[in-house]
């Protein structure tokens, strides 16, 4: 044993447990952007040694992240509405925030992207409201059935 461990640089044994630990973060799924960021600067440090084709072969392959702005984006083109307004109004309506949560003085709750109110809007449930693609997908509907006045309160930030 003491043998192999003369064989390795103190910054073998350090690459070495950074993938083991990016490793572990991926495949449990704790942390797979930390972990994937973890093991892609130890793969710079291996460049092409027999260690990274081995790692590249078992790492999973991730989708692209998208963000709140590109995923409201994508669902506007997909649903043939301005994409620019979609985002505008969101971020104007919740700060692109798809968690957020306003309760009125009257007691009624603005809920997600498109502070979707629960008295107004019952058939928009926590589970739409909270959810960016289903949000999106309902003011795109609203938006297309010619509701866009619904977000009039916000009117003066987003109609540029």
């Given amino acids: 044993m003491k043998e192999l461990l003369n064989k390795f640089l103190p910054q073998d044994i350090i690459a070495l447990v950074t993938i083991a630990g990016g490793l572990i973060l991926i495949f449990s799924g704790l942390n797979g952007v930390t972990g994937t960021l973890l093991t892609t600067i130890v793969l710079f440090y ?15 392959i991730h989708s692209k992240i998208e963000t709140v702005g590109q995923i409201i984006e994508r669902i506007a083109r997909d649903e043939g509405i301005d994409q620019n307004l979609a985002v ?8 692109l925030n798809p968690m957020a ?22 058939e928009i449930t926590d589970q739409i409201a909270f959810d960016i693609e289903k ?12 509701h866009l006045s619904w977000w009039n309160a916000t009117r003066s930030c987003w109609d540029i």
Avoid at 46 to 60: H, L, Q, S
Avoid at 102 to 122: A, C, E, F, K, V
Avoid at 135 to 146: E, I, P, T, V
């Fill in 101 to 122: 949560k306003n309760t009125n003085s009257n007691g009624s709750i603005d809920r997600g992207l498109y502070q979707w109110n629960d008295r107004w809007h019952p």
């Fill in 135 to 146: 949000s999106c997908r309902a003011f795109c509907k609203a938006f297309k059935d010619g």
């Fill in 88 to 95: 505008r109004v969101a971020r104007c309506e919740s700060g």
């Fill in 46 to 60: 291996f460049g092409k040694r027999e260690v990274y084709d081995v790692i590249k072969t078992k790492m999973p």
